[in-house]
């Protein structure tokens, strides 16, 4: 299965701030995902990421706020824009790899 | 997709089998469906995945009745360590770029 490791595990940012999530995979990928996970809920699918194309968004997420960049097959990263305490959340990134998705280990965001 | 339902919480005890039910009325000719396992502070993590009939690894058994539209989870003499939220998702694995997507999931507490 994939390995997949998130950059930073965790951070502490100011209101109005922007922050940068890296996903680095072990292996070649065509699709990368992007979910939320606010304290205490399920995951919430931000968006779906293709190497080569502009990422597609779910309902509720814009490019603006979470401008998302996918330059090769094995590396992907999320920005944050303009944070509210809102934004507080783990991020996760994810892989299709064999018809199954692999997940990374998340980045645990405090925005203060 | 396929909405999915099952138990909001499960409590058990070590040394017991734990079968989580899903029911997945929608479910299309072509979606599979797969059990993800989650620990506080980490990403969902792979447990099984299953189109039809019985399907065994050395985690777990995953049975899925002649008309799927349901599933059952079967953990084998549960642990502490077990304790975790257990997410049941539909969807078709063979097609690129649909991500799944996540309901509540069942929170399961193993106790001593």
């Known amino acids: 299965s994939a390995v997949i490791s998130q950059k930073p595990s965790r951070d502490i940012c100011q209101r109005g701030t922007s922050l940068t999530i890296q996903c680095q995979v072990d292996s070649q990928v065509t699709m990368m995902f992007w979910y939320r996970q606010q304290p205490g809920q399920s995951l919430t699918l931000i968006a779906t990421a293709n190497q080569g194309s502009e990422a597609t968004y779910e309902s509720g997420f814009v490019i603006d706020k979470f401008p998302i960049s996918r330059p090769n097959l094995t590396f992907s990263t999320l920005t944050v824009s303009n944070m509210s305490p809102e934004d507080s959340s783990i991020y996760l990134c994810?892989?299709?790899?064999?018809?199954?998705?692999?997940f990374g280990p998340g980045t645990r965001l405090l925005v203060l | 997709l396929a909405k999915t339902t099952q138990p909001i919480s499960m409590d058990s005890y070590e040394g017991q089998e734990v079968n989580i039910t899903c029911s997945h009325n929608?479910?299309?000719?072509?979606?599979?469906i797969t059990w993800y396992q989650q620990f506080p502070s980490q990403g969902p993590r792979f447990i099984i995945q299953?189109?039809?009939t019985k399907v065994t690894n050395e985690v777990a058994s995953l049975f899925i009745p002649a008309d799927r539209k349901s599933s059952t989870l079967s953990l084998p003499r549960v642990s502490l360590s077990d304790t975790a939220v257990y997410y049941c998702l539909v969807g078709a694995s063979n097609q690129a770029g649909t991500a799944l997507i996540f309901g509540k999931g069942t929170t399961l507490s193993v106790s001593s």
């Open positions: 994810s892989v299709e790899e064999g018809g199954t998705q692999y």
């Open positions: 929608n479910i299309a000719t072509n979606d599979y």
């Open positions: 299953g189109y039809k």
